[in-house]
């Protein structure tokens, strides 16, 4: 395979670069539907709900486009062909897992019988939908070893929110305030976020140099103050820490909770399961794990699952079977957090989650993560003698690793930048180490795709001895080049001139 | 079926280049004493048709609103509009719909535009200087909005009247429970905010009101005078809004309103069974660097061409870790890129249609019922596409003779209020014909 970059397959070109926004095109007039003609009186608006409600005559709004369908789909086409994307890229985002989002899910999330579905249906009328709920909430379940868990928050970070209010409830209702939660300096920014939304604060705990917990940095700071320790194993620098019985039972110890950032669960996928190591409370992200895809940024998923003594602390409602095999929504929990979101949760996603292991079952999502760990492996010893490798294999089901090029002024971003003119989506940068790639092939790449990666990877480390200017300026191949994202702050134009 | 792609020969090839025999040597961190015996306790995987066969089981076991077989008159925050086809098709191009959030600009100068010009379609819409690119939904907006708005005052008193969407008040109290928000409740009269009430409770350490127009129950609101009170206090106005009515009513820079937010639902969002949604946030411009979510801006590249980016990032969570805005990452990508196309696609005229075929369709049928026996409006507050309906009937009977054929004529209050136990609520789209709202009537006059 030739590993140049891709300079004739341009997504682009340069005619096209300036394309123009929507309020740039168009006529007074244009509209891209058809409405029928409305069929019972006008009423007078003014007299029926008063003039001082309406906007005189109709509302003006400025501005607002006036486009033919034509126009439309070629604006929204082209503005597709402008974007790095799974189905054309290889997209090796590092904490992101970017799957491949298998076509039956969408095919599933839209048929009417799911689609059109109102929430406040009688409940003879959603046994499908509560019935699939009712499965994924099991398989959930199954998946993490826990004692139960709720589909509802919206996403990771709900998640985490939603486990942190569980946690502090659990304590309150033992007669305890902990206003404390610890945090590796590894963490995802969401994290500590999280804590201070729910009125805790955030402590770090440092890592060893190897990138696990340094205990004991935890055993210092741990104490009675202490609500949990969020945790993220496999880590955010890809090693799964080994340490980790250890570090629940100094958790535990204390009286603090163990809390799992789940956002690296397709490592772990029927080869161990978080229960067994220790921990109390744990969100999943389906738009990671359980290939619900990631919509240019949602949405997505974060069903949290909880240990035995946390139940009573979960959200409602919880859908459930009934004794004579019908499901139903159960409002009925004492000691609840409450709601975290509007009515049941991200359904449409949650059914393509539920597709997804369907689908895979627990063979599938063994061999899934068995091939994600074996797919970063391979790259990482494909890529080890050109780049530095602050960690030592093996690695779970990514790795980091930092370009360090001898004298030449060449930095991850540049690195990451010119994998772009590859026609590779850059990976994660400069996170949760200085400046480092944090790399995540998933178990859904070929062979042929990780070697073309791994070749461009080693490209690049030839062109930065060779070339470095090119690297240094990269992408060239793109509608734009690098973004002046200082100007954009500083003198913010973040709507279309009125 | 599992979508990987690596056959046995390439595993032991990659095994050697890795230098291990067996994968399982790669998972040699994980204690044995932890690692899963066998296999978990869910069915095996199956083939693409046996899973089709199970999903058209469980499909078969819903009965959507498909106006064929049931009519949908259900509001009450998710409403049943018409969806153009093209929106559908340009919402799943799959480059939207598997490409990541677009923190890497150059490549992703697509979603950003879109979400630019969603942004700029969200303010023109409400009057408001700027917006987001979208929050999970309407209750987590509202969430965030009380949070931005205690901020800005630095107080800490908020009003919220009930008439908000129930689970929007729900989850405001479940997310700020551990903040030093102090909530007031300001009870309905005759379906619209107490205003006594709301005087009496005004205060200059009053951070917001919190209100929604039209509201839970259908009324409008009298917004205006709401801010004008609440801006002598110094305190915001919270409003949640409805971006369908924006097509009639005053919107919310004309009412005087400090932050918008709202349910995008109704832009083009099938309903779905109550998600995923878009919370819409908008507000005045000396807030915008205090608002949550992600915001895309303007920018020029090193040669100087237009292009895109995020931009106001240090506000968000993976820069100012506990000291930023929110904790909101992940959000709603797709669907505000949808609620685009949507408003896109009907353009300015399209929205005023939607919205005033909305209102007479909803006034010719709350006239008729209004004029059966055993039936009246509750309320006399003018409204928009919503309204509560009183009965002398039980109202289970109604809506189970209704549902028997073939519609669902709306929701029970008493789920929510107990002085409302003899009502429900009806919502009209424009997607009723006249034939199904005289339908209605018929099945109501027959109970
Ligand atoms: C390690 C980690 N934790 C938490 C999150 C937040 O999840 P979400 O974006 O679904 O809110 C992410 C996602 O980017 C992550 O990578």
Redesign the pocket.
């Given at each position: 395979m030739s590993v140049m970059p891709a300079e004739e397959r341009t997504i682009v070109t340069p005619a096209e670069a300036d394309h123009p926004l929507l309020f740039e095109q168009g006529a007074p007039g244009a509209t891209a539907v058809s409405l029928p003609e409305s069929d019972v009186p006008e009423i007078d608006a003014a007299s029926a709900i008063g003039a001082e409600y309406l906007a005189e005559d109709a509302p003006e709004l400025p501005g607002f486009p006036e486009i033919g369908e034509m126009d439309l789909v070629r604006h929204y086409t082209r503005l597709s062909h402008r974007l790095f994307s799974v189905d054309e890229n290889f997209y090796p985002l590092?904490?992101?897992t970017m799957k491949y989002n298998p076509r039956v899910n969408e095919r599933a999330a839209a048929m009417p019988e799911f689609a059109n579905l109102h929430p406040y249906q009688p409940i003879e009328d959603v046994q499908g939908i509560l019935e699939t709920l009712f499965h994924l909430r099991t398989y959930l379940e199954e998946i993490s070893g826990l004692s139960e868990v709720t589909l509802q928050p919206?996403?990771?970070?709900?998640?985490?929110m939603t486990g942190l209010m569980m946690i502090n409830a659990y304590h309150r209702s033992r007669g305890e305030n902990r206003p404390k939660v610890l945090t590796p300096d590894s963490?995802?920014?969401?994290?500590p976020a999280t804590c201070t939304m729910c009125g805790r604060q955030a402590c770090t705990v440092k890592s060893r140099s190897d990138g696990r917990v340094d205990l004991d940095d935890l055993r210092a700071q741990v104490d009675d103050q202490t609500a949990a320790l969020m945790i993220?194993n496999p880590n955010?620098v890809g090693v799964f820490d080994e340490q980790i019985s250890d570090i629940a039972a100094i958790v535990h110890g204390c009286g603090a909770q163990l809390y799992l950032?789940?956002?690296?669960m397709n490592a772990l996928l029927g080869i161990a399961r978080p229960a067994d190591f220790g921990v109390d409370v744990m969100?999943f992200?389906t738009?990671?794990t359980f290939s619900t895809p990631h919509g240019c940024g949602?949405p997505?998923?974060?069903p949290v699952g909880v240990a035995e003594h946390l139940r009573p602390h979960l959200p409602v409602p919880q859908v459930v079977r009934c004794d004579d095999g019908s499901y139903a929504w159960c409002e009925d929990r004492s000691k609840s957090i409450g709601k975290v979101r509007s009515f049941y949760g991200q359904i449409g996603v949650l059914l393509r989650a539920f597709v997804y292991i369907r689908a895979l079952g627990s063979d599938g999502l063994r061999n899934a993560s068995e091939k994600a760990v074996l797919s970063a492996n391979y790259l990482a010893a494909r890529l080890k003698d050109r780049y530095h490798f602050p960690f030592p294999p093996p690695y779970a089901h990514e790795f980091v690793m930092v370009p360090r090029f001898g004298s030449a002024r060449v930095t991850e971003l540049d690195v990451a930048k010119r994998l772009i003119d590859y026609g590779i989506h850059p990976p994660?940068m400069s996170w949760p180490i200085q400046h480092c790639l944090m790399i995540e092939p998933t178990e859904t790449e070929s062979l042929a795709t990780l070697d073309h990666f791994a070749e461009a990877m080693i490209a690049i480390a030839d062109e930065v001895e060779q070339d470095p200017e090119t690297v240094r300026t990269a992408p060239h191949n793109m509608p734009v080049r690098r973004m002046d994202e200082v100007a954009a702050s500083r003198k913010p134009n973040i709507r279309w001139p009125r | 079926m599992d979508y990987t792609q690596i056959t046995e020969p390439q595993t032991r090839e990659m095994l050697a280049t890795i230098g291990v025999e067996r994968i399982d040597d790669l998972f040699k961190d994980i204690p044995t004493s932890q690692r899963q015996a066998g296999l978990l306790d869910i069915p095996r995987g199956i083939s693409e048709p046996e899973l089709l066969t199970e999903l058209d089981r469980l499909a078969r076991n819903n009965t959507p609103c498909d106006d064929a077989n049931t009519v949908c008159f259900l509001g009450a925050g998710v409403y049943d509009h018409f969806i153009p086809t093209v929106v559908d098709a340009l919402a799943n191009q799959s480059e939207f719909v598997t490409a990541y959030?677009p923190y890497q600009a150059e490549a992703s100068q697509g979603s950003l535009q879109a979400f630019y010009e969603f942004q700029t379609m969200i303010c023109q819409l409400t009057g408001m200087d700027v917006a987001n690119a979208s929050l999970y939904e309407q209750a987590t907006a509202v969430a965030e909005g009380v949070l931005m708005a205690a901020a800005v005052t630095k107080r800490n008193r908020v009003l919220i009247c009930d008439t908000l969407h129930p689970d929007a008040i729900h989850v405001l109290r479940t997310l700020t429970y551990e903040q030093p928000i102090e909530p007031v409740k300001i009870p309905h009269a005759g379906g619209a905010i107490d205003m006594d009430a709301l005087k009496s409770e005004l205060n200059d350490a009053t951070a917001a009101v919190i209100l929604q127009s039209p509201n839970f129950l259908g009324t409008i609101e009298r917004v205006a005078e709401i801010a004008t009170l609440a801006h002598d206090v110094g305190a915001l106005v919270v409003q949640s809004v409805d971006p369908i009515s924006c097509g009639v009513l005053k919107n919310h820079g004309d009412l005087d309103v400090d932050i918008a937010v709202g349910e995008g639902q109704p832009l083009g969002i099938p309903m779905s069974y109550g998600g995923p949604f878009l919370g819409l946030f908008a507000c005045r411009e000396q807030y915008m660097r205090k608002m949550p979510g992600r915001i895309v801006g303007i920018t020029r590249d090193l040669d100087g061409k237009r292009g895109f980016c995020l931009t106001l990032q240090t506000r968000e969570q993976?820069i100012k870790r506990q000291r930023a805005t929110s904790?909101?990452?992940?959000?709603q990508g797709l669907l505000a890129l949808r609620a685009a196309i949507h408003m896109a696609a009907m353009g300015k005229e399209g929205i005023r249609t939607v919205a005033r075929q909305c209102l007479d369709k909803a006034h010719y049928l709350s006239e008729k019922i209004d004029a059966l026996d055993g039936y009246n409006l509750k309320f006399d507050t003018p409204f928009f596409r919503e309204f509560v309906v009183q009965t002398t009937h039980p109202v289970d009977r109604v809506l189970e003779h209704c549902h028997s054929r073939g519609i669902l004529a709306g929701v029970a209050m008493k789920t929510w209020f107990d002085d409302l136990d003899d009502c429900f609520m009806v919502a009209v789209t424009e997607k009723r014909t006249r034939k199904q709202l005289d339908d209605l009537v018929e099945a109501l006059g027959s109970v």
């Open positions: 590092g904490s992101c919206s996403a990771g970070a709900q998640g985490e963490a995802h920014g969401t994290n993220t955010t950032d789940g956002a690296n969100h992200n738009h990671k949602g997505g998923a974060g994660t | 959030t993976h904790n909101v990452c992940t959000n």
